[in-house]
């Protein structure tokens, strides 16, 4: 449902939000909270956030799915960030507390260099056939993920560029009750961005694998709909994320008609995440690989290998799931 091949600079909140001098729990170093109001936002009521789809805000790092060297690929996120030089001169900008879509930039100069074939993520408005940073002085981008690359060995672990296919966790789909890991043709996946979770990503909010063991997976963005969300007031997603079971997620990302993403964060209600037991890991869970096995091979240490070793398996929830090799 998301707007495929984008990455959204920063997804607008529900809610207008206010500043508060609180550290925040969220960012480190960040001497400050965003905390919503109890007032809709402007941009959600122009998108109509009452007839939008909510889903599931997980907790991952956002990937996506293109061509490279003719054949279907992961890329992982990468922004392209300012120079020591430039950045000192855009945070006296914003310390003057002038708009920061009023500073000049010079993406030539101002900003460090990226892999020649790192590309800007789509919607990043241009000018003078260059992409314009965001209001964090970032331009949002992707890289492709190389096999042997191990910046990026925690996706290399989801993908099979043999074979063409990816690891990916969703739920069922003549069960929403149940969860089902399988292995899904990259080609199938195409033009799309998804989240990265597991054991060394974001602190493994969900339990995922162990240190010796590690196991990750991909989720395509939308993937876990909210069926019993109520009206979008404050003080009802607030009673939502601390009495109902459903609300033990990070946050809610509403998918508008018109494109539009909308989200509101547990952070936003004053609300701490992680917490201990959440909701993705109250669902059981089915290994479904489809593969024909005939004649295919894994490396004996690969995802691939141990889940095709547990293939039409299914367990309580995703925690008791443990790798072995």
Not at 51 to 69: H, L, N, Q, R
Not at 182 to 190: E, G, H, Q
Not at 210 to 227: C, D, M, N, V, W
Request: hydrophobic content about 35%.
């Amino acid at each position: 449902m998301r707007r495929l091949g984008s990455v959204q600079r920063k997804l607008p909140c529900a809610f207008v939000t206010q500043v508060t001098e609180e550290p925040s729990a969220k960012r480190e170093h960040q001497p400050y909270k965003v905390l919503a109001t109890e007032i809709i936002s402007h941009k959600a009521l122009d998108a109509d956030i009452y007839s939008a789809i909510p889903t599931e805000k997980v907790d991952g790092t956002c990937c996506y799915v293109t061509t490279y060297k003719g054949q279907p690929y992961l890329w992982a996120r990468l922004d392209r960030k300012p120079n020591k030089v430039a950045e000192k001169r855009f945070k006296n900008f914003l310390h003057s507390k002038q708009n920061p879509k009023d500073f000049f930039w010079n993406v030539e100069e101002d900003f460090k260099p990226v892999p020649e074939c790192w590309i800007p993520a789509k919607e990043i408005e241009q000018l003078n056939g260059n992409p314009v940073p965001d209001e964090n002085g970032h331009i949002p981008g992707w890289v492709p993920v190389e096999k042997n690359n191990k910046q990026y060995c925690w996706h290399s672990s989801v993908v099979n560029y043999e074979l063409e296919i990816a690891l990916v966790l969703k739920l069922h789909a003549d069960d929403p009750g149940l969860l089902e890991i399988s292995a899904v043709p990259l080609t199938d996946l195409l033009e799309q961005t998804l989240e990265l979770i597991g054991t060394n990503i974001n602190g493994n909010p969900y339990g995922l694998g162990s240190k010796k063991h590690p196991l990750h997976l991909l989720t395509p963005h939308g993937a876990f709909q909210i069926r019993s969300l109520p009206t979008v007031r404050h003080s009802e997603l607030l009673s939502w994320f601390e009495g109902c079971r459903e609300g033990k997620i990070e946050g809610i990302v509403w998918h508008c008609n018109d494109g539009c993403l909308i989200k509101v964060h547990r952070h936003h209600l004053g609300l701490r995440w992680p917490i201990p037991d959440p909701y993705m890991n109250s669902k059981p869970v089915l290994v479904n690989m489809n593969l024909n096995k005939c004649g295919i091979t894994f490396d004996t240490r690969c995802l691939f290998n141990h889940f095709s070793k547990i293939d039409n398996q299914k367990f309580s929830r995703l925690k008791d799931i443990i790798i072995e090799v």
